[in-house]
Each structure stands twice: as C-alpha cells, then as structure tokens.
C-alpha cells in the first residue's frame, strides 16, 4: 500500500517544527459502539489507557516538538496534561472542527507541520509514529500529505500534514479517499504507509481483532 513519491535526487529537509495533536471526545460516552462487548467502565478504562499510551508515544518521537491533546472533556485535558502534554480546551462541535481549533493553535506557536493521531490506535508505539514522519523528509517547498489508513482501506488512522493547512481536515466515512483526493488537488506529495498504526479499536469486530493478535496488548474487558 506504501506509495512514496519521494525523488532520490532531491535533498533532505525535515521539517523543523512538528506538532502532533490528539483529538479527544469525551471519557463517560468514550467507544460507545463497544457497548455489546464492554460496559461503559470498562469503555472508559480503555479509553483512559490508550490516550496515555498515545501521548507517551509521541512525547517519545524526537522530531515532534509539541504534543497537544484538544478535548471538551476536562478530565481528559487534566489527564493528559498529567502524563506530560500540552491541552487545549475544544470550543466547537467535532472532530474536523476540533483539529482545526487545534491547527491554528500549533501554528501560532511556530509548527510548520503537523500530526493527527486519534487514541484508538490499538499498537501505537514511538516507533511507529516515527515511521509516519519519515516521508516529511522531502524539499521544504514540496508539500506533504502522509496517511495511515484503517485496516478496511476507507478510513484515516493517522494524518500528517506539512504546512499544516495544506488540506482541510475531512475524517469521516471514507475519509482515505477525501484526503487523498484533497492532496491531489492541492498539489501535494501524497504517500501511505502500512504498519501497525493500521489497526483502531472502534468496533467489537476490531477488538477482537486486536485482542486475537496480541491478547496482553490492550487489556480490555
């Protein structure tokens, strides 16, 4: 699935400020279509967990210079801001609203690039958020879109975006193909990259999913 459009003739340059935001519903209604597999305390432990591993993955990840969770919750924000990330209080209604309060916070504070990475990402790990950022190494002047896809094919996993409002943010149902489309349009060096970020926990199916693949991984239920 990997596609890098990368030239070999082009020189290294990397980004000099990463952002990485993490965008948080809230914990009392977190993963409520787990409801058939996990009750709500058990949802919210879940949800508690895999937004502390989230942050402590990407606080791990050297080129990220900024880790800012953005939540209406502010149990989330205190908890995030617990483990050692900066928070933002969400003022607007959903996901595509929300990054982008959070967009324009990161860029006021000097980021020339930015990652989205939701908490539902099952195997998240230093490693492999690093592994997102590595198609950022291309000519400042070329613009970049990096994308993790869900392992359905249609959905977004993780998004990276240099300059950070290179495109507008369109997660939702068959969210891969708008992003990619909205890359193709804005001239952008488009890539996907396979790994471990490609497995979310949104659905029972993915739990089991998960859970088949590493059963001391997450822990759930």
Do not use: C, W
């Not at 860029?107 to 997102?132: H, K, M, Q, R």
Request: glycine residues 8%; charged residues 25%.
């Amino acid at each position: 699935m990997n596609a890098p459009e990368t030239r070999a003739q082009d020189p290294i340059a990397a980004p000099s400020r990463i952002a990485a935001v993490i965008p948080v519903g809230t914990l009392e209604g977190a993963k409520s279509r787990l409801g058939d597999t996990l009750d709500a305390e058990e949802r919210q432990d879940l949800a508690e967990r895999l937004l502390a591993r989230t942050i402590a993955a990407a606080l791990a990840v050297e080129r990220i210079a900024d880790v800012l969770v953005i939540s209406p919750d502010r149990e989330v924000l205190q908890r995030a801001a617990d483990v050692g990330a900066r928070t933002l209080r969400q003022r607007s209604r959903g996901l595509n609203a929300g990054l982008a309060e959070a967009r324009a916070d990161v860029i006021a504070g000097g980021a020339d690039a930015i990652l989205v990475l939701p908490i539902d990402l099952a195997f998240v790990t230093a490693e492999a958020v690093a592994d997102v950022l590595n198609p950022m190494t291309r000519p400042v002047s070329i613009p970049a879109v990096v994308l993790v896809t869900d392992r359905h094919g249609t959905g977004t996993n993780a998004l990276a975006l240099r300059p950070p409002e290179v495109i507008e943010f369109a997660f939702g149902p068959d969210s891969r193909r708008a992003h990619r489309e909205a890359a193709q349009a804005a001239g952008a060096a488009y890539t996907e990259v396979d790994g471990p970020l490609a497995f979310d926990i949104d659905t029972p199916a993915d739990l089991v999913v998960v859970e088949s693949m590493s059963p001391e991984g997450i822990g759930a239920g």
